[in-house]
């Protein structure tokens, strides 16, 4: 198995003198705790990298659909388990939409915790690709495919804050049942699984999407790095020197 320190996949995109390179697209992983910010984060990314084909994929439309006996006890189902997705299919469309295909990406109801049977968003390849979500750091398969992996690290208590209005105003779930969940499956999944996998991180932004400077940064080094793609297929004899720089 690759170690799992080795974030960035060997490719010919990754050899700026390789005159066979081909235009790879740039894969980030946002990973961050329940109502950490992820979705704003990236969606200040996106919006900030307007001139740039940018797609977002959602570890959240991976959920398996529940079985109706599943569905009968939906309170003692655990949606913060890594077992709750179909990380494998997960894992193909990332690789497909990195190799320049385009995918069909499930669509999930958080109402009745079940897929659409006959729709699918199409998604296609482009420059940059954000795949968003608690845990899509946990899989190193998953985790070896991002070229940048951005954890937004949010105060415990302003994530529950936040989650309870989202599940009650969007997700038409009543404050009890909000509070028992976060209790009993999901901040004991945020310590054994979505926590440990900070580690993984190359850049920890704090205060989620209210981190403009942090926002700017990440933006301005996919420029730098979208820019080194671009110099290789004009120029496939240029050696370009890379800095690296952290924040
Ligand atoms: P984010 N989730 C649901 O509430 N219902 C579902 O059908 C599937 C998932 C929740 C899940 C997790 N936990 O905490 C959250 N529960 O969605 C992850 N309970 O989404 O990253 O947007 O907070
Ligand atoms: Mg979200």
Redesign the pocket.
């Known amino acids: 198995p690759r170690s799992a320190s080795s974030s960035s996949p060997a490719s010919a995109a990754s050899n700026p003198a390789d005159p066979n390179a081909t235009k790879q697209p740039f894969v980030i992983g946002v990973s961050?705790?329940?109502?950490?910010g992820?979705?704003t984060v990236c969606d200040m990314i996106i919006q900030q990298l307007h001139d740039h084909r940018v797609v977002l994929v959602n570890?959240?439309s991976f959920?398996r659909g529940?079985t109706p006996e599943e569905s009968e006890r939906v309170h003692e189902y655990?949606?913060?388990h890594p077992d709750?997705f179909d990380t494998e299919q997960l894992l193909e469309c990332v690789q497909k939409l990195k190799c320049g295909q385009s995918v069909q990406v499930p669509i999930?109801d958080?109402k009745i915790?079940r897929r659409s049977s006959d729709t699918f968003r199409q998604v296609n390849a482009s420059d940059v690709i954000i795949l968003?979500?608690?845990l899509v750091f946990h899989d190193q398969r998953v985790r070896n495919l991002m070229n940048m992996k951005i954890f937004v690290d949010t105060d415990a208590d302003v994530r529950l804050a936040r989650?309870i209005r989202?599940?009650t105003v969007e997700?038409g779930?009543d404050i009890n049942s909000v509070l028992e969940?976060?209790a009993k499956?999901?901040k004991p999944?945020f310590d054994d699984f979505v926590h440990p996998s900070k580690k993984y991180a190359d850049v920890i932004i704090p205060r989620g999407g209210d981190n403009h400077v942090a926002i700017d940064l990440i933006v301005q080094h996919i420029q730098t790095k979208l820019g080194q793609h671009d110099l290789c297929k004009i120029y496939p004899n240029m050696y370009v020197i890379q800095s690296t720089f952290q924040i």
């Open positions: 961050g705790g329940t109502a950490s992820k979705t570890q959240d959920y529940l655990n949606f913060d709750a999930y958080f915790h968003e979500g608690i989650r989202r599940d997700r779930r969940m976060y499956f999901v999944a």
